[in-house]
């Protein structure tokens, strides 16, 4: 019969046969103290329980947590995952459309872009007296960003 508690750090160096002996041997002194306990044991018994289930708990994630390593490895690469094995996320997250899905744009919207262009605006801008006026596609022309950034005249 196993003395005291199991220390977690000694489970993670044993391999899965030593695992699962221990185990066994944990499970029938429980199984022998709960029987001692209902013949009218020591009080201590019921500590000596209570550690035994904790004891078990460990030697099961030990295994547990070996085994999901395991299959993480002989899953690595592969195009499905197991659904345990996913990352959790939420549930807005996993219903979320793909990076390569929400960039593909449906055939209407194709000919609506190449129809309908984005329109170019003249934009009038005042500076001490200076209205300069230029064409906006998308950005601000060079000569009016050196005017905004350094407040004076540059030759850009």
Not at 37 to 62: C, E, F, M, P, Q
Request: net charge positive.
């Amino acid at each position: 019969m196993s003395s005291g508690k199991v220390k977690s750090a000694q489970l993670w160096t044993k391999n899965k046969e030593d695992l699962k002996k221990q185990l066994e041997d944990l499970k029938t002194e429980l199984g022998q103290l709960r029987v001692q306990k209902i013949a009218g044991g020591a009080a201590s018994k019921l500590t000596k329980i209570h550690d035994l289930r904790k004891s078990i708990a460990k030697v099961l994630t030990v295994i547990n947590a070996n085994q999901r390593s395991q299959l993480r490895l002989f899953y690595k690469g592969k195009k499905y995952l197991p659904l345990d094995l996913r990352a959790k996320q939420t549930r807005a997250i996993r219903r979320r459309l793909s990076k390569h899905e929400a960039g593909k744009v449906t055939e209407k919207q194709k000919k609506k872009m190449i129809h309908f262009p984005q329109r170019k605006y003249a934009v009038k801008v005042g500076w001490t007296g200076l209205i300069i006026w230029f064409w906006v596609d998308g950005g601000i022309c060079p000569f009016v960003a050196g005017i905004l950034a350094t407040g004076g005249i540059t030759d850009c």
